[in-house]
């Protein structure tokens, strides 16, 4: 079974601090996605990341995936309220994989 | 365009109840899954349709729950008799193919409170 271990698990910062969030896993991942969830919905996606050691931007936010496309990490700089909500990695296994495991999640709160 | 739809979105019932939840796909998307979300164990993959054939029902817990659908604007997930330990957020999720797995569209959930 893939698991997808994040950490933290719940983080507390003031506004215009960065902040880094991790996945990591033991299991081989063909690609690696980022959804944010805010309360009462469903989460929506960020970003696919599909290369070993890529790097992709979305505004303020950083994701990487790990040269071994093990683990990723979600930096965040100058982080802003509206950043506030429940970040969830999840990962498919083989090339092709339709099926999405998730982690645990961050849940982050930007203070103003 | 109308997003996945799910039904209802809060249920109150009492143990050894049956309740049926009920999703809508995004129209053209060829994957529908189930999840459940709890604090405890996050988001839990139950069970996967490509083209309203299950595929992978590894995720569902126990024969009390079953899964259906019947057509590809449809999907129904089923707890009979339900017990406390369901308590959860259910969410139904649609997709189309992609090669690196693309993207996942959620619905708002159904949260689901057992007595």
């Known amino acids: 079974t893939q698991l997808l271990e994040q950490s933290p698990q719940f983080l507390s910062i003031q506004e215009g601090e960065n902040l880094t969030v991790y996945c990591n896993s033991s299991?081989?991942?063909?690609?690696l996605q980022w959804y944010r969830q805010e309360p009462g919905e469903g989460p929506v996606l960020l970003v696919t990341?599909?290369?070993?050691?890529e790097v992709k931007k979305l505004k303020r936010l950083t994701f990487q995936f790990g040269d071994a496309r093990k683990d990723s990490s979600l930096h965040i700089t100058a982080a802003q309220p509206g950043d506030t909500g429940l970040y969830l990695c999840?990962?498919?296994?083989?090339?092709?994989?339709?099926?999405?495991?998730f982690g645990q999640g961050t849940r982050l709160t930007i203070n103003p | 365009d109308a997003g996945v739809i799910q039904s209802p979105r809060h249920e109150v019932t009492e143990m050894g109840q049956e309740v049926t939840l009920r999703c809508k796909p995004i129209?053209?998307?060829?994957?529908l899954f189930w999840y459940r979300q709890t604090m405890m164990r996050g988001l839990e993959l139950l069970i996967y349709f490509n083209n309203n054939v299950p595929i992978d029902d590894s995720g569902m817990p126990e024969d009390r729950f079953s899964a259906k659908m019947p057509n590809a604007s449809f999907s129904t997930l089923k707890i009979q008799p339900s017990e406390p330990r369901d308590s959860a957020v259910y969410f139904c999720a649609s997709k189309r193919y992609g090669v690196n797995t693309g993207e996942l569209f959620f619905g708002e959930g159904s949260r689901l409170t057992v007595l």
């Open positions: 999840a990962g498919a296994g083989a090339m092709g994989a339709q099926k999405l495991v």
């Open positions: 990341v599909v290369t070993g050691g």
């Open positions: 129209s053209g998307h060829d994957y």
């Open positions: 299991s081989v991942f063909s690609s």
